[in-house]
């Protein structure tokens, strides 16, 4: 069993940067792909970036390559989502997401454990 449990939001003038947080639980935690993934209000949850077992196997969606960066400590059993740049339309709530393995998927139903999500709030 894995518990995933995010940080880091908040409310950030557009511009702007805030760097969520995804804290697990488990001995295992370098051996999972980790993701983020994020749900505006009337909106399908969408997938933002995905890590595999080192930081040099990233993806990225086109709506925020050259914006975000994901990395994970694999010490500290957690993974990051720096943004940078950040718009209006990037407010969402923002989770976490782990799948076992190294394979590195975009779809929502690839990974088996969530977070509780963070809110993030860009203002124009």
């Known amino acids: 069993q894995v518990q995933l449990v995010e940080s880091g939001g908040g409310l950030v003038q557009a511009g702007g940067s805030l760097r969520l947080s995804c804290a697990t639980s488990?001995?295992?935690?370098?051996?999972?792909?980790m993701a983020w993934f994020r749900q505006a209000p009337g909106k399908e949850r969408e997938f933002v970036a995905v890590v595999g077992w080192s930081d040099s196997d990233t993806y990225y969606s086109d709506s925020v390559k050259g914006r975000f960066t994901i990395s994970r400590d694999n010490a500290k059993n957690t993974i990051y989502l720096q943004m940078n740049s950040l718009k209006p339309e990037d407010t969402a709530v923002y989770y976490c997401?782990?799948?076992?393995?190294?394979?590195?998927?975009?779809?929502?139903?690839?990974?088996?454990?969530w977070g509780q999500g963070t809110q993030v709030t860009v203002s124009s």
């Open positions: 488990g001995r295992t935690f370098s051996v999972y792909a």
């Open positions: 997401a782990a799948r076992w393995g190294s394979v590195l998927t975009t779809k929502k139903d690839g990974y088996n454990y």
